[in-house]
Nanobody
Framework: QVELVESGGGLVQAGGSLRLSCAAS????????MGWFRQAPGKEREFVSA????????VYADSVKGRFTISRDNTRKNVYLQMSSLKPEDTAVYYC?????????????????WGQGTQVTVSS
C-alpha cells in the first residue's frame, strides 16, 4: 500500500477557497491514479474528483464541477484539490486515495490506499 497524508483543511466562509494537498510515500508507487472523496456527518463517503497517472485526464462529481480543480505533481508525489466558491454543503472530511492503474476512477472500491482525512468546514 501507499501511505497518503492530507493537509490544507480548515474553516472557511461560504464563497471562499481552500487548497488541499496529499503527499504519497511508501513502496515504489508505479503507475497509479489518485482521487479525492468526502464524507459529511451522517452521510456515506462520496466521490469528489480523480486524476490519471499522467495528470491529463480528470473526473469530477457534478456537485463540484466548475468549482474544484484536481492536479498532481508526480515529481513530488503530490496531488492537490483547489476548491473555490465553497458552499456549506461542501463541509465534510476529505480523503485522498490512490489506485493502481492509468485512468482515473470514481469508484471507491478501485482505490487500495487511503489517507486519514482532513476536515473542511464551510460556514454560511
Amino acid at each position: 500500500q501507499v501511505e497518503l497524508v492530507e493537509s490544507g483543511g480548515g474553516l472557511v466562509q461560504a464563497g471562499g477557497s481552500l487548497r488541499l494537498s496529499c503527499a504519497a510515500s511508501g513502496r515504489p508507487l508505479g503507475v497509479y491514479f489518485m482521487g479525492w472523496f468526502r464524507q459529511a456527518p451522517g452521510k456515506e463517503r462520496e466521490f469528489v474528483s480523480a486524476v490519471s497517472y499522467s495528470g491529463v485526464s480528470t473526473v469530477y462529481a457534478d456537485s463540484v464541477k466548475g468549482r474544484f480543480t484536481i492536479s498532481r505533481d508526480n515529481t513530488r508525489k503530490n496531488v492537490y484539490l483547489q476548491m473555490s466558491s465553497l458552499k456549506p454543503e461542501d463541509t465534510a472530511v476529505y480523503y485522498c486515495a490512490a489506485g493502481a492503474g492509468v485512468r482515473p476512477s470514481n469508484r471507491a472500491d478501485e482505490y487500495d490506499s487511503w489517507g486519514q482525512g482532513t476536515q473542511v468546514t464551510v460556514s454560511s
